[in-house]
């Protein structure tokens, strides 16, 4: 069900363990599937000089990250079978423990889903203009860089 | 023209939206900023126009929308 | 957060998308995680001469399946730093478009947790003692096979 | 001794549990099981003996837990 429009990635705040399983539920209908691979990233309390991280503040270019997002995912679509993919990236404040991104695509075999998984999570990373800033302990606060 | 400004470099530039006299093209924005700018020098960023991420020097028609992009930490 | 000894991972029949919500809610208060990787085995409605399957009735060598999970598990944990891997899978009744094998594993880093989750799901399709019995329509039947 | 049957091998013979003379090894287990069901002769096996699966013929002492496992079908 790929749609032809780029689509809202962006939730303002953490993403909630229920609305994953929520929308894990909405699945049980299409019953072409076989697997699902979920990825979920998850703010960590790194320590940076001594400091925790205690949230991480995300900002975007978001109309040129949800038309690169839009070409991520006809990308993906043309080289896997999926029969649906779901993506969703926080902005503004995730707390360390808290869930700033979640991935998951659906195909009648395990393999194309896990695949597609895997490659739209590093395309997230490499190409949305996305930035976080690491918030620390004591109003201090430092760029996030991905590695 | 306006500069829209993401990540780090809103620190630098102390905004995220920048006035800046109309110029030619990306390479001579570039070098004015780095001149207005110098701490600039020390960030790595990549510009963008018309949301398209440019490789070589771009000619700036006016109303093009410009934006200065830091490496991206997303996910 | 690897434990010493064989651990239940069967589950009497499917596994519900809240039960995943839960369990991902649980791993807020590991701020040393950074990634977690899921997987899903979701019945299909696959047809078979003209009857589509309506269920499938798994069964296993509780035991030894248990015994041998336990195997992948230590392997996989001496394999990759993982923070922790949870694998259920059902036995009895699963209905199409329900979940049968829920595998959820975290890290610090993405790429530990989904390589792990990936060779845990094959491992566990190929190494452990479990059948599925396809239910179609109509009270006939096959044995599933994997591929 | 008691055999632990599984899968499809429940369909075949006709039980999930088949009480079976002493007998003193695997192949020679087989052996005997193919003369009573010739239909099991269509359908690939492995035998576990205590929970491990073995793969070269395998004495038996009495007590042993042996299995009939056809090929893995979870997930």
């Known amino acids: 069900m790929s749609e032809r429009k780029p689509k809202n990635i962006f939730k303002q705040g953490a993403i909630d363990a229920s609305f994953i399983g929520d929308s894990i539920a909405k699945h049980a209908s299409n019953t072409r599937i076989g697997g699902h691979s979920i990825f979920l990233g998850q703010v960590r309390a790194d320590e940076i000089n001594g400091k925790a991280v205690v949230a991480i503040e995300y900002t975007a270019y978001e109309e040129m990250a949800l038309q690169k997002m839009f070409e991520i995912r006809e990308a993906i679509f043309a080289k896997y079978p999926l029969t649906c993919m779901h993506v969703y990236h926080s902005l503004g404040t995730v707390k360390a423990g808290e869930i700033c991104l979640f991935v998951f695509t ?27 800033k690491e918030i620390l302990e004591g109003e201090d606060y430092q760029w996030k860089q991905n590695i | ?46 510009v963008a126009v018309n949301q398209q991420m440019i490789s070589s020097n771009t000619t700036l028609v006016p109303g093009a929308e410009v934006a200065l992009l830091p490496p991206f930490s997303g996910g």
């Open chain 2, 1 to 46: 023209m306006e500069i829209l400004v993401f990540g780090q470099l809103t620190d630098v530039l102390q905004t995220s939206r920048l006035s800046w006299p109309e110029v030619a093209d990306t390479d001579t924005l570039r070098q004015q900023l780095l001149e207005a700018y110098p701490a600039l020098a020390q960030h790595s960023f990549l």
């Open chain 1, 106 to 132: 659906s195909s009648a075999h395990r393999k194309p889903a896990i695949d597609a998984c895997t490659e739209c999570v590093e395309r997230i990373k490499a190409e949305l203009p996305v930035w976080g």
